[in-house]
Nanobody
Framework: VQLVESGGGLVQPGGSLRLSCAAS?????????MSWVRQAPGKGLEWVSS????????YYADSVKGRFTISRDNAKNTLYLQMNSLKSEDTAQYYC?????????????????????????WGQGTQVTVSS
């Protein structure tokens, strides 16, 4: 499984960015969850948003709700994160990650402070810096 993020960069407060995560090399027979997780300098992992392989439900951390939108394009095997009204506290390395739920549905919600072991695969990350 390979996850490759892109779209990060330097943006002024109030600006927007769209992150992409191209996924390849997996054919899960069960449901899976794809998430965006970020890590600010000197801090631990912080869950940002998740979407499941089925249905249309999306989940967001309170800190990004109303500003960020997660989506996926199944035909392109690509996960997106549209980030609007960016703040300096959004500065972090952003990772996409995938978890094989091993069942027809994912019965657990993502953890607010995940560990690397919570997901089966991670991308290399893309840096987002919000600064004037």
């Amino acid at each position: 499984v390979q996850l490759v993020e892109s779209g990060g960069g330097l943006v002024q407060p109030g600006g927007s960015l769209r992150l992409s995560c191209a996924a390849s090399g997996f054919t899960f027979s069960s449901a899976y969850m794809m998430s965006w997780v970020r890590q600010a300098p000197g801090k631990g992992l912080e869950w940002v948003s998740s979407i499941y392989s089925y249905g249309s439900n999306t989940y967001y951390a309170d800190s990004v709700k109303g500003r960020f939108t997660i989506s996926r394009d199944n035909a392109k095997n690509t996960l997106y994160l549209q980030m609007n009204s960016l703040k300096s506290e959004d500065t972090a390395q952003y990772y996409c990650a995938i978890k094989n739920c091993g069942a027809p549905f994912c019965y657990s919600l993502p953890r607010r402070q995940p560990s690397w072991g919570d997901y089966n695969n991670w991308g290399q990350g893309t840096q987002v810096t919000v600064s004037s």
